[in-house]
C-alpha cells in the first residue's frame, strides 16, 4: 500500500486575498478532488493524499481568471511538500477587498473534519493489541492539526475585547462629515449673522445720520466705515472683532461730534430712541476687541439684542 503524503501550500503578497481564496487540488491519475480555503495568514495544510501530480488551482471570487494554475508533484515523503504560492497585489489594485465582520470558519471546520476522519480508524483497536508506529503518527499529525486549528480560531472569533476595523473606519468617516458640516454651517451662520449686523447697523447710521442733519463728509466717513465691515464679514473671528471694535469706537467719536452740532442740545439728541439704540449696539462693537472665539462672538451679538433689540432688515443690497 502506498504511504500517504501532505501538501504545504502558502498564500504569499497580498494578506487581504486569503480571507476568500479558494485552492483546489485535482489528481492527475485517480480524479481525485480536494477543495480547501487557507488561514488568514494563507497557509493551507492537506494531509492523507496520493503522491504524484495534482493540478491546483487557486481561485478568488472578485476575479474571473484563477489566481494560480499549475501541476505540482506531491512526493512520498513524510515531511509535507511545500507549495508557494504568489499572490499579486496588482490583481485587487481596482477590486476592493473589505473585512467582513463574520469570521469565515470553514478553514476550522475542514480542518477538523479531516483530523477526525484520519484518526476514525483508529478507535476500534482491542486490549492488548499493538499500535504500530504509522498509527501513532496518523494520531500525533491530526493532534497537531487540532492544536493549530484552536490557535487559529482564537484569533478570529473571540467573545469580548474584539475588533470591528470596518465600524471603526465608518464610525471615523461619519465624524469627519459631522465635523466638516459643523464647521461649513457654523461659519455660514457666522457669516450670516454679521451680514445682519452690518446691514442693521447701516439702517440705524443712516436713520441717525438722518435726525442729525449730517454734513456730506460726515455721512460718507460713517457709511465708508459700515460698507468696510460688510466687506470683511468672511474674515476669522479676531480679525472681524477687532475690526469692528475699531470701528465701533470711530463711529461713537463720530455720533458724539454730530450731537454736540445739534441745536436742541447733545443731551437730548442722544436720549432719542433710534440714537440711544444706535449708540448701545456702537458700544457693544466698541468692546469687541480682543475676542478670538466665534462662540464669544456669537454671545456679543445676543448680549447687543438683549440691550437693542434683535437685528432684522428688510432688503438685503445687492
Known amino acids: 500500500m502506498m504511504a500517504k503524503a501532505s501538501f504545504d501550500i502558502r498564500l504569499e503578497g497580498y494578506a487581504p486575498a486569503n480571507r476568500d481564496a479558494v485552492v483546489e487540488l485535482v489528481n492527475q491519475a485517480t480524479g481525485q478532488q480536494v477543495t480547501r480555503k487557507p ?29 494560480d494554475r499549475r501541476v505540482i508533484r506531491l512526493f512520498p515523503q513524510p515531511l509535507p511538500t511545500r507549495v508557494p504560492v504568489i499572490v499579486p497585489p496588482d490583481l485587487f489594485r481596482d477590486t476592493p477587498i473589505r473585512d467582513i465582520p463574520d469570521a469565515d470558519l470553514a478553514p476550522v471546520q475542514q480542518t477538523a473534519a479531516a483530523a477526525a476522519a484520519n484518526v476514525a480508524p483508529l478507535a476500534g483497536k482491542a486490549p492488548g493489541e499493538v499500535i504500530r508506529a504509522e498509527d501513532w503518527n496518523v494520531l500525533a499529525a491530526a493532534v497537531a492539526d487540532l492544536a493549530r486549528t484552536i490557535g487559529e480560531l482564537t484569533q478570529i472569533v473571540s467573545p469580548r475585547g474584539h475588533d470591528h476595523p470596518e465600524i471603526a473606519e465608518k464610525i471615523d468617516e461619519v465624524q469627519g462629515n459631522i465635523r466638516r458640516f459643523t464647521d461649513s454651517f457654523g461659519r455660514s451662520l457666522l457669516e450670516l449673522r454679521r451680514e445682519i449686523e452690518s446691514q442693521n447697523l447701516r439702517a440705524k447710521i443712516t436713520d441717525v445720520l438722518d435726525r442729525g442733519g449730517a454734513a456730506p463728509e460726515i455721512r460718507d466717513r460713517l457709511l465708508s466705515r459700515v460698507a468696510q465691515l460688510e466687506a470683511s464679514t468672511l474674515t476669522p473671528t479676531p480679525t472681524w472683532t477687532n475690526t469692528i471694535a475699531n470701528h465701533g469706537n470711530a463711529m461713537i467719536r463720530e455720533v458724539l461730534d454730530l450731537a454736540n452740532a445739534q441745536t436742541t442740545g447733545a443731551d437730548d439728541f442722544l436720549a432719542t430712541p433710534e440714537v440711544a439704540t444706535t449708540m448701545t449696539i456702537l458700544q457693544n462693537f466698541a468692546g469687541a476687541g480682543g475676542q478670538t472665539q466665534p462662540e464669544q462672538e456669537l454671545q456679543l451679538y445676543r448680549r447687543g439684542a438683549a440691550v437693542a433689540g434683535p437685528a432684522f432688515f428688510g432688503v438685503v443690497r445687492t
Open 39 to 67: 488561514f488568514l495568514d494563507g497557509s493551507l495544510l492537506v494531509r492523507d493524499l496520493d503522491p504524484g501530480s495534482w493540478e491546483m488551482t487557486v481561485r478568488h471570487p472578485n476575479l474571473i481568471n484563477a489566481i
